[in-house]
C-alpha cells in the first residue's frame, strides 16, 4: 500500500505542469508566413483539391524559362528557424506531382535553412541545411566552417578553404530515402542540435520511421547567432546551378506542402498531430 502510493505520488510529480505549445504550426494555409513572391514565373497557393490532412494544403510550382538566369524559388518562409545552439524539432508533408519527371536526375530544392550573410562581403543568402531531390532520392545535408564579420574571404571564391582563420564553408549530403514517387504524401520530421562544433545531432524520420541519426557532429556555421528562415515549398535550384538547364522535358514542376511545424516536442512536427 505505502510502495503504490509512494508510486501514484512520483508518478503525479512528473507529470508536466503546462503543455508545452509549438512555437509555430501551418495546417496548410497562406496566412501565418512571411509575404515573399515567388520568383520568374513560380505560383504559390492555398488549395482544397490535393491536402495532407484537414480542408487545405499549400501549392507552389515552378516553370522553367529558357535564357533565364536567375533562380525559381515558389517558398513558404518561417522567419525564426534557429540559432546557432538551438535544438528544434521542424516537420511538414510533402507530395510531387503524379507525372514528376525524375529521369534525368536534377536538383529540386523542398525545404531549407537560410540566413543573410551579405555584411560578411563572402557571401550573400547562405543555405546551411536543405531538403532536395535528385532523381529519387531525397538527400539532405549539413554545412559546416565560419562566416563571420570581419574576416578574410576565402581567395578565388573557394569556399572550402577555411586556413587561417578564414571565413569558409563546406558541406556534406547524405541520402534520406532511395525511392521517392510522384502523388504520394511523405510526412517528414526532423530533429537538429545546430551547433558549430562536434556537439550537434541530426535525426530524420519520414512517415515516423528513422531514416538518419547522427550524433556529435557539427551541423551549422559558427556565425555570430544570427537568425536563420526555414522555409518550405519548391526551388528548382538545379535549373540555376546546372548552367541555367533544364535537363530532360518537364519545365512545369508542382509540389504540395501541408501541415507544417516547429516546437521543441517531436508532436509539435509530426504532420499527423501538430
Ligand atoms: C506516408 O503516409 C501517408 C499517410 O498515411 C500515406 O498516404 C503515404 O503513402 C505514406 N508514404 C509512404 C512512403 O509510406
Known sequence: MLIQSLT???GLLSLPTTHAVPEFANHGTTSGWVDVKPEAQGTKAEVTNVVYRGTTGLKVTQTFIPGYQDRYHSEYVYNNGY???D???YGFAFRLADAWEFDPPQSFNIAQFIADFGDTKCDDWSPTTMVYLRGRTLYSRVKTGQLLPGKPCPPDNDKGDCSGGKNCQNTREFALK?????????RMTFQITWK??????FKTWINGTKVHEEFNI??????DNREFSF???LYANGWHDDNHQMKGSQGFR???IDEVGVGSEFKDADSDRL
Request: aromatic share 12%.
Open 178 to 186: 532511395t525511392d521517392i514517387d510522384g502523388g504520394v504524401w511523405y
Open 87 to 89: 535544438t528544434k524539432f
Open 83 to 85: 540559432k546557432r545552439g
Open 254 to 256: 508542382q509540389v504540395w
Open 218 to 223: 557539427p551541423t551549422t556555421l559558427l556565425d
Open 196 to 201: 558549430s562544433d562536434a556537439t550537434g545531432q
Open 231 to 233: 522555409r518550405v515549398g
Open 8 to 10: 501514484l505520488a512520483l
